[in-house]
């Protein structure tokens, strides 16, 4: 166990600075979002002013129901008013059909994140081993008391647990810089995002985030081992080639024998990361007013027949990865 503790410090030694600059990138994002909102605020409560409320015509609570919101302040006290032909019973069931798209608005905001770290991702898996190579230290490190395997499994678990973990801390600093962005909006923002915010758990939020990134790890695993195996083998430019190759392979298949199944596959296996939380939307959609949770299942999409496909893929794409490791093919 202590072997692989050592290569995994190892792999955060080879890539902490690509990881810190891409919090520190992430963050002065944040700081620009959190000016832009400060300029709307100032927009918003000179409005607020000059006409003494607030008033959003036709605000949208799903597809078939629309209502009129009157806000105002009294005091220190948030006045609203509802109007519509399906007006709902009370502002807490208002507040609850509105708390259901705003915590999936939070999960597709995440989802950029993940979306950003994903490519970098892409960087360091065809790079893994192929930097090795490049600089000739595959031999000392099989100088040291650690067999192939190790080196191969730390290399993949740094990789995992790096997107995940990675995501996960932008993801929460997302939300963290949310809160501060409505304390910045001043009232009666504050206190209408308020209410609909305590609608939601960030706990159970997060965690079912972590359920969905645990699945897309499992289901990109086949192409993280991919770039692996490309990377072990060719003399150069291994991210190139693993990306570009697949996709020539696909047109020039579509060309010659006039299908384009190779493309679907390909479209399929991206689209699928964003499909499983449109499903999850639908879901949501459909169980607004029987007191469905608003958070979702991704737990369920991990026991599936496709996760065992991808573990099959993974660990055949492993053999070969460990088969070309082992001849130590050199670069240039």
């Known amino acids: ?28 994002l944040n700081v620009l979002m959190l000016l832009s909102v400060s300029r709307g605020s100032h927009f918003f409560h000179q ?9 959003l015509d036709d605000f949208q609570l799903n597809d078939d129901e629309e209502v009129d919101l009157d806000i105002r302040m009294n005091g220190k006290d ?13 502002v807490e069931q208002m507040l609850r059909k509105v708390a259901v798209p705003v915590a999936f608005g939070l999960r597709f905001g995440m989802m950029g994140t993940f979306a950003f770290v994903l490519f970098l991702s892409m960087f360091y898996f065809s790079d893994a081993i192929f930097k090795e190579r490049a600089d000739n230290s595959t ?10 395997h190790q080196l191969l499994v730390s290399k993949i678990a740094a990789g995992l647990i790096g997107v995940i973990g990675l995501t996960l801390f932008l993801s929460i ?30 706990l159970r939020l997060i965690w079912d985030w972590f359920g969905y990134l645990v699945f897309a790890a499992l289901h990109m695993a086949p192409l993280a081992l991919f770039l692996m195996l490309v990377g072990s083998y060719v003399k150069g430019r291994p ?6 190759a697949p996709i020539l392979l696909s047109i020039s298949w579509a060309i010659i024998f006039q299908s384009a199944a ?7 296996f991206i689209w699928g990361f964003n499909q499983v939380i449109i499903d999850q939307w639908q879901m949501m959609e459909k169980g607004l007013d029987s007191g469905m949770p608003i958070y979702g299942n991704f737990w369920a999409y991990i026991f599936n027949l496709d996760t065992a496909i991808s573990v099959l893929v993974s660990a055949l794409l492993y053999y070969g990865i460990w088969h070309v490791y082992r001849k130590n093919i050199p670069t240039g």
């Open 173 to 202: 600093e997302f939300l963290v810089f949310l809160k501060v962005a409505i304390w910045i909006m001043g009232e009666p923002f504050t206190s209408l995002a308020s209410l609909v915010l305590s609608q939601i758990s960030y």
């Open 1 to 28: 166990m202590k072997p692989l503790y050592v290569l995994l410090k190892r792999e955060w030694l080879e890539w902490q600075r690509v990881i810190l600059g891409t919090i520190l990138i992430i963050t002065f």
């Open 139 to 148: 031999l000392f490190y099989r100088s040291l008391p650690v067999n192939d």
């Open 262 to 268: 190779l493309l679907k596959t390909i479209g399929r």
């Open 78 to 90: 948030l006045e609203i008013t509802i109007d519509g032909n399906d007006t709902p019973r009370s």
């Open 47 to 55: 409005k607020l002013e000059d006409n003494g409320h607030l008033a």
């Open 239 to 244: 991210l190139i080639i693993g990306i570009g």
